[in-house]
């Protein structure tokens, strides 16, 4: 089996930043494409960036320009860095990850989800 296991997500005031983390642990021969997915209340989930294992990032036009996203493959974690945040940045933020398992079977992954919120 495979856990992504979420961190960083809180509080912070509106221009703040916040770092989150993502580990992915178990059964993993290598991992696709990882990301970061979020969803505030009321609204649908929707994509806030992803980095391939090879190849070119892709982010979300509402934040382009304030996060970053980044991997360090050798811990199979996935990072995105959030700076100049918007109170509209509030929501639930999911890390997802297209894992190839040991066993050579790919599957889809979600973490458990971490609130960030940002207000004043």
């Known amino acids: 089996q495979v856990q992504l296991v979420e961190s960083g997500g809180g509080l912070v005031q509106p221009g703040g930043s916040l770092r989150l983390s993502c580990a992915a642990s178990g059964s993993i021969f290598s991992i696709d494409v990882m990301g970061w997915y979020r969803q505030a209340p009321g609204k649908q989930r929707e994509l806030v960036a992803r980095i391939p294992n090879v190849g070119s990032t892709n982010y979300a036009d509402s934040v382009k320009g304030r996060f970053t996203i980044s991997r360090d493959n050798a811990k199979n974690t996935v990072y995105l860095q959030m700076n100049r945040l918007k109170v509209e940045d509030t929501a639930v933020y999911y890390c997802?990850?297209?894992?190839?398992?040991?066993?050579?079977?790919?599957?889809?992954?979600w973490g458990q989800g971490t609130q960030v919120t940002v207000s004043s």
């Open positions: 997802n990850a297209a894992v190839v398992r040991s066993d050579y079977r790919a599957s889809d992954y």
